[in-house]
T-cell receptor, first 115, second 110 residues
Framework: GAGVSQTPSNKVTEKGKYVELRCDPISGHTALYWYRQSLGQGPEFLIYFQGTGAADDSGLPNDRFFAVRPEGSVSTLKIQRTERGDSAVYLC?????????????FGQGTRLTVV | RKEVEQDPGPFNVPEGATVAFNCTYSNSASQSFFWYRQDCRKEPKLLMSVYSSGNEDGRFTAQLNRASQYISLLIRDSKLSDSATYLCVATSGNTGKLIFGQGTTLQVKP
């Protein structure tokens, strides 16, 4: 497909476990964003890539969260020692422009549940 | 203080009504602004960009007031299908980082 793809669509994990969430952006899109969304809230910024480098990771809540984009395309969000408070929908978006001037296309998200 | 703030609502309006949403942003260096629409349990999708001169797309009009740092969205002749959450978005300063507001929920009733 031509859209942003996120896998898995749902993930249930036990507290303390490690999880990886994958995002496959639209081909050629330079910018890639990760957000976290809880019920009734807007998407909360986590990290933003321009190409391979993290242009801004100020939204990562703590050092349990890490994201990579080694070849400037697919990105992986990694969460160590998961906590129940990490339960949310994790959204990935990509955009053609690295300066935020063009539309960001979202994937359908990964619903993470920590039990 | 959140960088982008919206009244979460909900706004409950009858079909055919005109409804307006406002949003404020705190970073005076923000360059680009958007309204996104999010349906229940779906991903956000771009509704329209917001330009300094104001812009219109059918029943939807968006305006930007840089002096007061607010953005508005006007929906005329509301349809049942307009029921959704509307998210206000601003770039953070002159970077490409997109900051979303909490969202405003609109419910259009028959």
């Amino acid at each position: 497909g031509a859209g942003v793809s996120q896998t898995p669509s749902n993930k249930v994990t036990e507290k303390g476990k490690y999880v990886e969430l994958r995002c496959d952006p639209i081909s050629g899109h330079t910018a890639l964003y990760w957000y976290r969304q809880s019920l009734g809230q807007g998407p909360e910024f986590l990290i933003y890539f321009q190409g391979t480098g993290a242009a801004d990771d100020s939204g990562l809540p703590n050092d349990r969260f890490f994201a990579v984009r080694p070849e400037g395309s697919v990105s992986t969000l990694k969460i160590q020692r998961t906590e129940r408070g990490d339960s949310a929908v994790y959204l990935c978006a990509s955009s053609l422009s690295p300066t935020g001037t063009t539309e960001a296309f979202f994937g359908q998200g990964t619903r993470l549940t920590v039990v | 203080r959140k960088e982008v703030e919206q009244d979460p609502g909900p706004f409950n309006v009858p079909e055919g009504a005109t409804v307006a949403f406002n949003c404020t942003y705190s970073n005076s260096a923000s360059q680009s602004f958007f309204w996104y629409r999010q349906d229940c349990r779906k991903e956000p999708k771009l509704l329209m960009s917001v330009y300094s001169s104001g812009n219109e797309d059918g029943r939807f009009t968006a305006q930007l007031n840089r002096a007061s740092q607010y953005i508005s969205l006007l929906i005329r002749d509301s349809k049942l299908s307009d029921s959704a959450t509307y998210l206000c978005v601003a770039t953070s300063g002159n970077t490409g980082k997109l900051i979303f507001g909490q969202g405003t929920t609109l419910q259009v009733k028959p």
